[in-house]
């Protein structure tokens, strides 16, 4: 028989306001069917939810085996010569990712991948956005199933009880036409046309959608990127890529065509509503203008962009001008989209000197609605009649968290809280995070260790 649960929340943040004592009644179908304000206790039979409670976090921009990477890549080089610390960069940090991906299988990858999902789910994060290149056995000889990587990442999530927007990713070249070096060729399908046939055998499913990414204007030759823009735009599907995350990629691009990566994208039709750029950190006023005058969105993923010395994005000119913004967690240095949201605000006021860019409801929507429209879940990410029956519920009680007036919830939870603070989170209606523990993946830290581990043995 249909079951309709309902969940009483302590406090609850509808739109831009807190309110205390809210039901959220949650239907068999995984919609809210009712939200009810001004309950000042939990009904008969309702689930109590103490704290505040927002709709689900939306992780934008991951790479799950990146999260193999934590703590190692923090480990400063040496030099062969003095034995002192080398200079450290993006660049030296990518071949450290490179050794990760060599050994990963779509088995191994599917542990790494749930117990990943999990961590997020622990966050408070319903949905994530799985940049995902990592396409062939290494040497670039396809799987058996061409898509046994990506179906492992769709599997994962399920598993880990959270929704994914499997971003399946063009990546073609090292650098402008230049072929893919060896530790690429399992990234590679060749050309667009190969990557495209190969995406569009991945199939959707319940908590699972579909979407493209270009990996970035170094990886796809200029020729090839409105196949994957159309791609993308005939499946009125998300599409993002990586922009301008460093200098010298934009000096490449400069040097190859004689324009920004922005001003190529727009040449080749790929921005627009549909599309996000990530990062975008190093960008002209021009580009700016652009991004913001085609809708295209940008997805900020603070804490992984200083742990690589990327730099601090121009996020508040960006909003200004009209992309709307997104955060992700990327690399996994952390995984809390708490600390991606205030990062954002707090390397603004470094950047600027002042204080105050965004509100609290401002960074929260940039977490929950804003992140699920630019993964194709605009149905997901409010609190109210109809939408998804997606929300996590932030304590007020901890040693980060106490004290505040409960009127300035929103704010205590965006500002001072972390993921360690999430104590429920519940996915089309379903618990799957009750009192801090996972409900589905018994024990999360035990799952990252061992899959970790195998990777590095």
């Known amino acids: 028989m249909p079951v309709t649960t309902t969940y009483w929340a302590e406090q609850a943040w509808l739109g831009d306001l807190v309110e205390p004592g809210v039901t959220i009644e949650a239907g068999p179908d995984g919609r809210i ?95 994530v956005g799985e940049f995902h290149y990592l396409h062939h056995a290494p040497g670039g000889t396809p799987y058996a199933n061409p898509n046994a990587m990506g179906e492992a990442l769709i599997a994962a999530a399920g598993e880990a009880g959270i929704r994914i927007t499997l971003l399946d990713t063009a990546y073609l070249s090292s650098g402008f036409g230049e072929p893919p070096n060896p530790h690429q060729l399992r990234f590679s399908d060749r050309t667009a046309e190969a990557w ?8 959707p499913a319940p908590h699972a959608r579909i979407g493209a990414a270009i990996h970035s204007v170094r990886a796809v030759p200029a020729g090839q990127l409105a196949t994957v823009a159309g791609w993308a735009q005939e499946r009125d599907a998300a599409l993002h890529v990586h922009l301008s995350e460093q200098p010298a990629e934009n000096e490449a691009c400069l040097a190859a065509h004689g324009r920004t990566p ?99 409801a401002a960074l929260l929507r940039a977490a929950t609605a804003d992140g699920h429209a630019t993964l194709g879940w605009p149905e997901a990410g409010r609190i109210e009649p109809g939408a998804l029956a997606d929300f996590s519920t932030v304590a007020l009680d901890s ?27 519940v996915v089309g209606g379903r618990h799957v995070v009750r009192d801090g523990a996972h409900l589905l993946v018994p024990d999360v830290p035990r799952e990252l260790a061992d899959s970790i581990a195998a990777l590095h043995d």
Not at 60 to 86: D, K, N
Not at 196 to 203: F, G, M, T
Not at 286 to 314: F, K, N, Q, S
Not at 399 to 419: C, D, H, K, M, Q
């Open 196 to 203: 495209a046939e190969r995406a569009e055998a991945l199939k």
């Open 262 to 360: 922005t001003r190529l994208l727009a040449d080749h039709g790929v921005l627009g509503p549909r599309t996000t750029a990530v990062h975008a950190t190093h960008l002209t006023e021009e580009d700016i203008h652009t991004l913001g005058a085609t809708g295209t969105g940008v997805c900020m993923c603070p804490t992984t962009e200083r742990d690589l010395a990327d730099g601090i994005g121009p996020a508040a000119r960006l909003q200004r001008a009209g992309s709307p913004l997104s955060l992700g967690s990327d690399s996994h240095a952390v995984i809390d989209l708490l600390e991606e949201a205030r990062a954002m605000e707090l390397n603004e006021r470094l950047a600027t000197g002042k204080r105050g860019h965004w509100t609290a």
């Open 33 to 127: 069917a009712a939200v009810r304000k001004g309950v000042a206790t939990p009904p008969p039979g309702a689930v109590a939810l103490r704290g505040l409670t927002v709709p689900g976090l939306a992780n934008a921009h991951s790479h799950a085996f990146h999260r193999a990477l934590r703590g190692v890549v923090q480990a400063a080089p040496q030099t062969r010569e003095t034995g002192g610390q080398a200079p450290d960069s993006f660049w030296t940090w990518r071949n450290v990712m490179y050794s990760v991906t060599e050994r990963l299988t779509p088995d191994s990858y599917f542990a790494l991948a749930r117990a990943v999902y999990a961590e997020m789910a622990l966050a408070g994060i319903t949905c």
């Open 399 to 425: 040693v980060r968290t106490a004290g505040a007036p409960p009127r300035l919830a929103a704010e205590t939870a965006v500002f001072a809280a972390t993921g360690a603070d999430i104590r429920h989170t």
